[in-house]
């Protein structure tokens, strides 16, 4: 039973890089090149069209950088490989690649039979790790997810609390009846809002407050 070919999408800023690793793996027996993308933009579109069973990726092209194209890829197709291409493991972007859904990372300047086994390897199902990124992926995993991003970090949590009401449609007398507070206090609350978020009025909070996802809960006016 002959083995179907490692489908591989080479995505490279740089045009002799590329094209010369396209060469090495069309001229070997277990491989072949799907596609190539010269930018991350590229590398999702052709991943979507193509999709291949591993994907090469350069961390630094234009447009889109090689991390979000990878998080990008992966989520969209979790069952394609993307092997991170890089010139030195202790940059921290290899990490966050990995984070992202990379399965690994070789470095540019390794040896051809390195590259060509870390594609195969990825295209197994095996993560391709050096000791540093491996070591602080364990710590990050062990330390738990990290602590979520506080919205507004400026406003007080009585103000933040107020903000989502206001975000959520309810005028001063609705915040007032459901802090159980007085209508002088919600009033002096919203100007302290308005004041360290730097807006005009109402609409304008509202507006931004609705941007950073506040207000979802309900939409109940009174």
């Not at 999702?44 to 999709?51: F, I």
């Not at 802090?179 to 109402?202: P, Q």
């Amino acid at each position: 039973m002959t083995t179907a070919p490692v489908r591989v999408l080479l995505a490279d800023d740089h045009p002799v890089y590329r094209l010369g690793l396209s060469a090495l793996l069309s001229s070997l027996d277990g491989f072949e090149v799907a596609g190539q993308a010269s930018n991350g933009a590229e590398a999702v579109a052709e991943a979507a069209a193509l999709r291949p069973d591993v994907v090469v990726m350069d961390l630094q092209m234009p447009e889109m950088n090689g991390i979000e194209a990878t998080r990008r890829i992966v989520k969209a197709q979790p069952d394609v490989a993307v092997l991170v291409l890089t010139y030195s493991d202790e940059d921290r972007s290899v990490l966050d690649a990995v984070l992202a859904g990379a399965r690994g990372y070789v470095l540019k300047d390794a040896g051809i039979d390195a590259i060509v086994r870390a594609i195969a390897d990825v295209a197994a199902g095996e993560m391709i790790l050096g000791p540093s990124v491996a070591r602080t992926l364990r710590e990050r995993l062990a330390a738990g997810p990290p602590e979520p991003v506080r919205l507004f970090p400026e406003l007080t949590d009585r103000e933040l609390e107020v903000f989502e009401l206001m975000a959520q449609g309810l005028n001063n007398a609705a915040i007032a009846l459901r802090l159980h507070v007085g209508d002088k206090r919600v009033r002096n609350v919203i100007t302290e809002i308005y004041s360290k978020l730097g807006v005009a009025g109402r609409p304008q909070a509202i507006i931004v407050a609705r941007e950073a996802g506040l207000g979802r809960t309900s939409t109940a006016n009174a």
